[in-house]
Nanobody, 125 residues
Framework: VQLQASGGGLVQAGGSLRLSCSAS????????LGWFRQAPGKEREFVAA????????SYTDSVKGRFTIPRDNAKNTMYLQMNNLKPDDTAIYYC???????????????????WGQGTQVTVSS
């Protein structure tokens, strides 16, 4: 599957952005999906993940209560709704996918087989 991330941009602290991740296949429902981010000079880190049906989600502690990760399998699209953005959220955001039912390891980048190209999010103070 090919993934295309979009929706990044420049926003002031406290603002919101919604990232989208579109999949090339109509069978996106077989994939567990996730968002990762990489800030300058830092390693790529887990942001959020969602199970195939959308019934299970996971978030890194720093975004809990601010970000949500809905998916719309009918539209072959996953989203990252980011509210109350902070300068520390500045990074390139990547969407990723792996197939299968086992949600374990969804926070680990090595679990993912497919990656999008990334979209830049910049939060100014």
């Amino acid at each position: 599957v090919q993934l295309q991330a979009s929706g990044g941009g420049l926003v002031q602290a406290g603002g919101s952005l919604r990232l989208s991740c579109s999949a090339s296949e109509r069978t996106i429902g077989i994939y567990i999906l996730g968002w990762f981010r990489q800030a300058p000079g830092k390693e790529r880190e887990f942001v959020a993940a969602i199970s195939r049906s959308g019934g299970v989600t996971s978030y890194t502690d720093s975004v809990k209560g601010r970000f949500t990760i809905p998916r719309d399998n009918a539209k072959n699209t996953m989203y990252l709704q980011m509210n109350n953005l902070k300068p520390d959220d500045t990074a390139i955001y990547y969407c990723a996918a792996f197939s299968g039912r086992d949600y374990r390891g969804a926070s680990q980048s090595g679990r993912y087989t497919y990656w999008g190209q990334g979209t830049q999010v910049t939060v100014s103070s």
